[in-house]
């Protein structure tokens, strides 16, 4: 069994859909606590140059296909010389009631999602295992726990995927010392929730949610960073295998019923 030792000066982090939304919060406020932070991103190359201007180290990769996540390690480990932290963050979102079953866009979700989170994973333990105390932190959704908002079906799978993935990969590399845990946030305002809506679609959609919650209230993507760098930090040392719900406290959570 190896012990954790917990970094003193440099520290490594690879972000996934560093650019916008809650990867950019989690890779500034890692930057913040004085991380070298690389980030994988798709399609936001005006972004990308914004975070390569601030230090970070930016790879233009799609998550879901395993010979890019391949190559995006090669080109980080030039760089790295280990990772103490990775984020599997990059996700997408279509709204698809089940009646409307579309089949390429849920494979579309499954493969960035959940394969993504796989091959990200699975390519970049050889550096995470290079830490002395590395840690992985994937972003599910409260979708993945049962909340029911409408049209969630097919995402929701995806990211309960993830969450057993969380379990079970904290399990088998445990004994390397890496912890792995998940956040589970709710309804955080970002383009994937308010992207092209008019200002007063967008209040309707925060009226909406905030009704969802016992908080009355709705998600920044700070408040998801925080627990990313709490779940990487020393402080949480002795957390694996835990999924942290940042939600408000959705009173549409289905087991709440049961
Ligand atoms: P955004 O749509 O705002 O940002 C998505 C990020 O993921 C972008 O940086 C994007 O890169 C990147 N990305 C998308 N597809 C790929 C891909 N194939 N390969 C690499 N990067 C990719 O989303 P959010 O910030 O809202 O969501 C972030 C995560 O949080 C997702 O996993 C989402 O499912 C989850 N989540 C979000 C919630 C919310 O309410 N917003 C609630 C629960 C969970 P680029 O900029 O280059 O396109």
Redesign the pocket.
Known sequence: MSSQSYFKSVMYALV?????????AITEALLKEGYNVAV?????ED??KELREKGVLTVR????DRNQVKKAKEEISNHFPRLDVLVN?????YLMPFEQFDEEKYERMLR??LN?TIYVTYEFLSLLKKSSAASIIN?????GIGTAAEGTTF?AIT?AGIIILTRRLAFELGKYGIRVNAV?????E????L?NKSDEEKEKLREIFRNKTVLHTT?K?EDIANIVVFLASEKARYITGQVIVADGGRIDNLTHSV
């Open positions: 996934t859909g560093g650019t916008r939304g809650i990867g950019r994988l991103y798709h399609g936001s972004k990308a990769c799609d998550v879901g963050n990059a996700g997408i979102w960035v999602n993504g972003i599910a959704s409260n979708a995402y990211k589970a946030p709710g309804w955080i970002t383009d994937m929730t992207g998600g993507p």
